[in-house]
Each structure stands twice: as C-alpha cells, then as structure tokens.
C-alpha cells in the first residue's frame, strides 16, 4: 500500500496489528475449516515455476500485488508512516535492503508467514495473516526475488511505542499480529469448489487484506470508515469489477478512498487471468451468501 493507506490503517487500528486492519469482532466469528492447501501445481499466482530468473521476475511482481512496495515504499528502504498518529509513537517500515541480508530464508519465511522478528520477536506491523496462506511456490518466488535487492539507505528505527501504545497492549485492546495469524488460519473465505479454487486463494490472499479472513467486511475499519463484506461484488458487472481491479474506479467516478488507491497500487499487477479469477470467486460467492 502507499503511505496514505497505511496511515489510515495506523489511524484504524492504533498499533497497525496487521496492514489488513481486520477487526476482532469479524476474526472471532466462527470458525470455518481450514484454506485447502496450496501447492506450486495448483493454487498460486500466475507465473510460479520456472527457473530461477522466472521466478524473480514472478517475485518481483507479487511484490507489487501483496503491497510490499507501498509500506516499505518503492525502492523498499522503509518509511516512518504513522505521522497522522503520533501519540502512538513511532512506527515505520524497515529498510528491506538493509534488514534482508542480516536473515536466513527460514528466519525471513517465519516473518512473512508467522508475523515473528528474529530478534524483536512479535511484529505490530505486517501482514503476515494473508501472508500465510501463500504456496510454497508464491513464498520461494517473493524471498527470492528480496535476495536480489541491493543494499542502498539508511536503517530505519526499530518501532517505537508510546506510553498509550503500551497501555492499550496491556489492556488486550491490541494484539500483535501473531494473534491474528492465529485468527485466520481459522475463519477463511467459503470453498466454492474446483472451478473458483484460484479466485478464492488471490482473494484469500489480497481482498482478505482490508475486507477480512473470511471477505465478510471489517464494520470499524477506523474514522467512521467501513470496509464491507464481497457480497457487494453481486451489484456489479464482470466488467465494472474489473477496471475496480485495474484502475481503482468504482461504478461512478467518485473516490472510493481505500479502495481507489490499492486498485491502482496492487491489483493493477494482477494478470489478466487473475483478475477474472478473483471476479468469478466474488460473484459466485456473492451469489451463494445473498
């Protein structure tokens, strides 16, 4: 995401559990059986496999897609984001180029899939709760694609609470986003079959980000802002999804705010392919929960 939408979720969530900016109450529903497994030969982004330069330039792209590029910005050198929030203290994106080297692929895996720090242990910034449910072949391509980029920047500062940061933590009103990973591996997406198994893991993958483990909608994403649940993909067409998933434009020109800028930044790297995948699962979901 870009630095706006990352502010909005630091806004929402205070401590940014997680970039989904998922609540607790739609986490805490009821739990649905697991996300069915994925594999390099079945369910992953379109261009895993290949050799080893295929599968940088495939790292590269989901780089882009899973929002990498905004919180840790384009040339992933980090980024104090959470200015509109100062009483929370300081949080930022690391400096990739920097911190990358300094992890073995297991240590790097534990981050992106468990939200867990070599050394500062539980993370507060990172979407690890999507991250998760990457393939193999997904999560090996990504890591891949990080080992190529150079070290250029200065270290960002380890993420710094403040005291109502830290009070809130106390409280349980916030929790580290192992706590989430933990959430979503319980309350996933409805498994509408073989022929919707691809649409349903981007989805489960990117929507499930901002709309929530299961697409059900987040009612207090933060400031009065509401992200809601898929069904909503049943009063648009085919064709109105997809430029929502290529340009950020609704139905009528008016800014959908979050929406408008991850339609533009992440979905715009969706191949054509995947894109009509990730329309196909939304309507038929949509369809099968009205």
């Known amino acids: 995401m870009n630095r706006s939408v990352i502010a909005l979720a630091a806004i929402a969530l205070a401590l940014a559990p997680g970039l989904s900016a998922c609540n607790k109450k739609s986490a805490e529903a009821a739990p649905a059986r697991p996300l069915i497994g994925a594999t390099p030969a079945g369910l992953s982004f379109d261009g895993a496999g290949g050799d080893a330069a295929a599968m940088r330039a495939h790292g590269e792209r989901l780089s882009h897609v899973l929002g990498c590029r905004g919180c840790h910005q384009e040339n992933l050198e980090g980024a104090w984001f959470n200015e509109d929030t100062p009483d929370m203290g300081k949080l930022y994106a690391s400096n990739l180029t920097r911190v990358l080297p300094t992890m073995s692929d297991a240590q790097l895996r534990r ?156 979905f715009a790297y969706f191949t054509p392919h995947e894109r009509a995948a990730v329309v196909a699962y939304v309507k038929a979901r949509a369809a099968r929960l009205q």
């Not at 999507?130 to 999560?139: G, I, K, N, P, T």
């Open 111 to 266: 981050l992106l899939r468990d939200g867990v720090h070599p050394t500062r242990g539980d993370l507060w910034v990172m979407p690890s709760k999507v991250f998760q449910r990457l393939s193999e072949a997904d999560v090996n391509a990504l890591i891949a694609h990080l080992r190529t980029v150079k070290a250029a920047g200065a270290q960002t500062p380890p993420p710094a609470m403040s005291a109502k940061a830290k009070a809130m933590v106390a409280r349980g009103e916030e929790h580290p986003e192992s706590y989430y990973v933990a959430q979503y591996k319980q309350l996933v997406p409805v498994d509408l079959g073989p022929r919707y198994a691809l649409g349903r893991y981007l989805a489960s993958n990117t929507c499930a980000e901002c709309h929530g483990p299961d697409l059900s909608g987040v009612p207090d994403f933060g400031k009065g802002v509401s992200t809601p649940n898929l069904t909503i993909a049943a009063s648009y067409s085919d064709a109105e999804l997809t430029r929502l998933l290529t340009s950020g434009q609704g139905r009528t020109p008016r800014d959908l705010g979050l929406m408008s800028l991850v339609g533009k930044g992440h």
